[in-house]
């Protein structure tokens, strides 16, 4: 394809992720419900399409920058009890998906894999803090703050544990065969990827203390995650794990002029985040008929059952009925399972098309009635102010 023609596409879809984030802001809407359905609209009515190389690099650069910057928000000293409660919160639920949901969706779609099925549960666990944002600022009491605080802790694991599931399903065959070379190599890949991540994040982070310049570090953050991710790679470790373990080190050293460099990153993530909603609406072709719909509907309530028995395990006294019903009904998707599905959908994996809609589609069920549910907060929260719009 003519490279003008992608330059073309491009920048069709950032001027209509920019009129999607303007809108977003003025009806406080999350910005992701409004690009998934631009999307889904250029894949109907418009030609716009991208070779499989170019998702591929996409997808890698998406992961890479999203990972990044969820792990270096997270802080070991500021884990107290909240944050340990939101903790807990996602590893039972976690627990309960990979129990719970996977049946559901194998019964009720009758996916033959049962791996895909413990794809899907892990890959839909995770959450997105947005429409909080938007719709109470800064305004926040106990409940929007653990909502916040549970996208935070979930996000690195939305993104790392369903390549995890992937990995050991891929090898399966091949650990029955030879059971003590292929967990080497699987151990191996654990270690060189952790390793990786903390010897470049030590080493970055010595030289932005030395050397800090508010305009170049940025660049060389987003520069040494890509580095770690290559390096590990290369050596046969995960580059995943790279990623991740150098942005914790990075994010837990001291290191000057750290929100700067959060609000430039993010800067990145925002322009990223735009294009790889837009694409995985125009990739993935939903089967729109009513079976699909009310089935889909059926496993997202059943999700939502679990997220409510999931707070009431993790927090019994510390919340009211109402505002554990107004967690569970939060469960807004966001970039974490965006770039996730963008990368999978690269792949050859067989009978991931399904689990990709499905994923798909459960986006968008939690982006409406978590916008839904947050228009009527004061009814779930008697307390919290909400944000005024200007």
């Given at each position: 394809?003519?490279?003008?023609?992608?330059?073309?596409?491009?920048?069709?879809?950032?001027?209509?992720?920019?009129?999607?984030?303007?809108?977003?802001?003025?009806?406080?809407?999350?910005?992701?419900?409004?690009?998934?359905?631009?999307?889904?609209?250029?894949?109907?009515?418009?030609?716009?399409?991208?070779?499989?190389?170019?998702?591929?690099?996409?997808?890698?650069?998406?992961?890479?920058?999203?990972?990044?910057?969820?792990?270096?928000?997270?802080?070991?000293?500021?884990?107290?009890?909240?944050?340990?409660?939101?903790?807990?919160?996602?590893?039972?639920?976690?627990?309960?998906?990979?129990?719970?949901?996977?049946?559901?969706?194998?019964?009720?779609?009758?996916?033959?894999?049962?791996?895909?099925?413990?794809?899907?549960?892990?890959?839909?666990?995770?959450?997105?803090?947005?429409?909080?944002?938007?719709?109470?600022?800064?305004?926040?009491?106990?409940?929007?703050?653990?909502?916040?605080?549970?996208?935070?802790?979930n996000t690195p694991f939305t993104i790392i544990i369903p390549f995890i599931i992937l990995e050991l399903t891929?090898?399966?065959?091949?650990?029955?065969?030879?059971?003590?070379?292929?967990?080497?190599?699987?151990?191996?890949?654990?270690?060189?990827?952790?390793?990786?991540?903390?010897?470049?994040?030590?080493?970055?982070?010595?030289?932005?203390?030395?050397?800090?310049?508010?305009?170049?570090?940025?660049?060389?953050?987003?520069?040494?995650?890509?580095?770690?991710?290559?390096?590990?790679?290369?050596?046969?470790?995960?580059?995943?794990?790279?990623?991740?373990?150098?942005?914790?080190?990075?994010?837990?050293?001291?290191?000057?002029?750290?929100?700067?460099?959060?609000?430039?990153?993010?800067?990145?993530?925002?322009?990223?985040?735009?294009?790889?909603?837009?694409?995985?609406?125009?990739?993935?072709?939903?089967?729109?008929?009513?079976?699909?719909?009310?089935?889909?509907?059926?496993?997202?309530?059943?999700?939502?059952?679990?997220?409510?028995?999931?707070?009431?395990?993790?927090?019994?006294?510390?919340?009211?009925?109402?505002?554990?019903?107004?967690?569970?009904?939060?469960?807004?998707?966001?970039?974490?399972?965006?770039?996730?599905?963008?990368?999978?959908?690269?792949?050859?994996?067989?009978?991931?098309?399904?689990?990709?809609?499905?994923?798909?589609?459960?986006?968008?069920?939690?982006?409406?009635?978590?916008?839904?549910?947050?228009?009527?907060?004061?009814?779930?929260?008697?307390?919290?102010?909400?944000?005024?719009?200007?």
């Amino acid at each position: 394809m003519d490279n003008l023609m992608y330059l073309t596409y491009i920048a069709i879809i950032l001027l209509a992720g920019l009129i999607c984030l303007f809108i977003s802001r003025k009806l406080r809407l999350p910005n992701a419900l409004l690009l998934l359905l631009v999307g889904l609209s250029f894949g109907a009515f418009s030609g716009i399409s991208f070779s499989l190389n170019f998702l591929v690099l996409v997808s890698t650069i998406a992961i890479i920058v999203a990972l990044f910057d969820s792990s270096a928000r997270l802080k070991f000293k500021e884990f107290d009890s909240l944050p340990m409660r939101a903790l807990k919160f996602f590893i039972i639920s976690l627990v309960l998906n990979l129990v719970f949901l996977s049946f559901s969706i194998k019964l009720i779609f009758g996916i033959p894999s049962f791996a895909l099925c413990l794809l899907f549960a892990a890959l839909v666990t995770g959450t997105n803090s947005e429409s909080i944002h938007l719709i109470f600022g800064k305004a926040k009491n106990k409940v929007a703050e653990f909502i916040d605080l549970e996208a935070l802790i979930n996000t690195p694991f939305t993104i790392i544990i369903p390549f995890i599931i992937l990995e050991l399903t891929q090898k399966q065959q091949v650990i029955f065969e030879n059971i003590t070379d292929q967990t080497f190599l699987i151990v191996q890949q654990f270690i060189v990827g952790i390793g990786t991540g903390i010897l470049v994040g030590i080493i970055i982070a010595r030289f932005i203390k030395k050397n800090f310049n508010r305009n170049i570090t940025p660049i060389v953050i987003i520069a040494s995650a890509l580095l770690a991710y290559v390096i590990a790679e290369q050596l046969g470790g995960n580059g995943i794990f790279a990623v991740c373990l150098m942005a914790l080190v990075l994010g837990n050293s001291s290191i000057r002029g750290k929100q700067d460099i959060y609000e430039i990153s993010s800067a990145v993530s925002l322009i990223l985040e735009i294009f790889v909603f837009v694409v995985i609406g125009i990739i993935i072709k939903l089967p729109f008929n009513m079976i699909s719909l009310r089935n889909s509907f059926v496993l997202f309530i059943i999700y939502t059952i679990i997220r409510y028995i999931s707070i009431a395990i993790s927090s019994k006294k510390e919340y009211k009925n109402k505002e554990k019903l107004f967690i569970a009904l939060n469960s807004a998707k966001g970039i974490a399972l965006a770039v996730v599905i963008l990368a999978l959908s690269t792949m050859n994996i067989t009978g991931i098309k399904p689990i990709l809609d499905l994923a798909f589609m459960f986006m968008l069920y939690s982006l409406i009635i978590s916008a839904i549910t947050l228009r009527f907060s004061k009814y779930f929260i008697k307390d919290i102010l909400v944000k005024k719009h200007v």
